[in-house]
């Protein structure tokens, strides 16, 4: 059986919550590792597009997917960056997946930054709550990597 992913009324005429769940089901269904790591998965994330003004909230429960439009409660991890860079979270290099936790704690901060160049110039993807959430930060980038 294939993963369960599901958009909420709303989500389904974002584009960019449309082509997430396609990221993490092409994923999931292609790659035995990232189908571990998303039945490992509960919590929930916002993606927050700044130039538009656009969130989302993927909620995950055990191999189950549901994307909201908006913020929906507290989210475990918020992802912000311009609507490019979070349209391009599964081109994120699999160098910056293995040692991101212990990294980020060894140097104390709150937040990760990762400046990617795009065709419009370099832009930051900032993720908070990973030092509350190394762990699911880290299945989450595998998931959504397609590396």
Not at 34 to 56: I, N, P, S, Y
Request: glycine share 10%.
């Amino acid at each position: 059986m294939g993963p369960v992913i599901d958009l909420a009324p709303g989500a389904e005429s974002q584009a960019l919550a449309r082509e997430l769940s396609e990221l993490v089901r092409a994923n999931v269904t292609r790659d035995a590792k990232k189908r571990d790591a998303f039945q490992r998965l509960r919590g929930a994330v916002a993606v927050v597009a700044d130039d538009f003004g656009t969130a989302l909230t993927l909620r995950f429960d055990f191999g189950r997917l549901v994307v909201h439009e908006g913020v929906i409660g507290v989210p475990d991890v918020t992802i912000r960056g311009s609507t490019k860079l979070l349209e391009s979270l599964g081109q994120l290099r699999s160098r910056t997946l293995p040692g991101l936790a212990a990294g980020i704690l060894r140097q104390g901060v709150t937040r990760a930054t990762f400046t990617e160049e795009t065709r419009d110039g370099a832009g930051e993807l900032k993720i908070y709550g990973l030092v509350a959430h190394p762990v699911f930060v880290h299945r989450l980038l595998r998931v959504l990597s397609r590396n």
